[in-house]
């Protein structure tokens, strides 16, 4: 079995991707059908940019909270950690759901991995918490 630490790390590994696929979306690659069900085929309009700002920055607090909870890291939510990372893991099975049915064939192929490695990381962690 993995240990906390190493869910930790499976949880950043998913998270950079996930956060570096949100920064090329966000500087104008046209590659809108990696993202959002592939509604936007090309470069995202403004408003999908500012989503995929959001939903970027938030895998990578998650990642903290995630690592803090394994205690890779100390970064202040240690009060909030132990109940926090069940929230996560329930974001994990939803990202997982999400990029499972997707329309867009491309987004699964990069969301499945990306989103299992984000919830057996997390669900790793908060079972040996």
Do not use: C
Request: glycine share 12%; proline share 5%.
């Amino acid at each position: 079995m993995i240990s906390s630490e190493g869910g930790a790390w499976l949880f950043l590994t998913g998270a950079v991707a996930a956060a570096g696929l949100h920064l090329v979306l966000i500087l104008g690659a046209p590659i809108g059908y990696m993202t959002m069900g592939g509604r936007n085929p090309g470069v995202l309009p403004a408003s999908a940019r500012i989503a995929s700002a959001f939903q970027g920055v938030l895998v990578l607090v998650l990642a903290l909270i995630v690592m803090q909870a394994a205690g890779v890291i100390s970064v202040g939510f240690v009060p909030w950690a132990k109940w926090l990372i069940w929230v996560i893991v329930a974001i994990g099975a939803s990202s997982l759901v999400a990029n499972t049915i997707t329309p867009s064939k491309p987004e699964r192929w990069f969301g499945i991995p990306v989103a299992l490695a984000l919830l057996l990381g997390s669900l790793t962690v908060a079972l040996s918490v």
